[in-house]
């Protein structure tokens, strides 16, 4: 098990602690930007954003791409959009999807960049 390294004594570093309570967030903007994570922190719900953050696309062409069904790719659209991750267009019989705004696809960078640090030394 690894050991953390703990304060000697029990000294609260008052202006820092003030700097940091002075820049807090409301409890409801907490919950909402980690909401964010718990939507997308399913590995699905991930490659399809993912997909999205390449070229907007059609719940037959996502199925299709990750080997899903219809159904099921649509269920977790749902799920994205309801939490305003995606947003979709209607082009005559079609509704293709795309990522929400420009947040999202930094996110997601953020992520695949954080997850493959170690393999590029």
Avoid: W
Wanted: net charge negative.
């Amino acid at each position: 098990m690894e050991k953390f390294d703990l304060c000697e004594g029990t000294v609260v570093h008052e202006a820092a602690v003030k700097a940091v309570q002075e820049r807090l967030l409301s409890e409801a903007l907490f919950s909402d930007a980690a909401n964010f994570f718990k939507v997308m922190g399913d590995g699905t719900r991930f490659r399809i954003l993912f997909a999205l953050d390449i070229h907007e696309l059609c719940v037959c062409d996502l199925a299709n791409l990750l080997g899903m069904s219809i159904s099921a790719v649509s269920h977790q659209l749902a799920r994205l959009r309801e939490n305003k991750l995606v947003k979709s267009r209607r082009d005559g019989k079609n509704v293709f999807y795309s990522l929400a705004d420009d947040h999202v696809s930094q996110m997601l960078k953020g992520c695949v960049e954080h997850a493959t640090e170690d393999l590029h030394p």
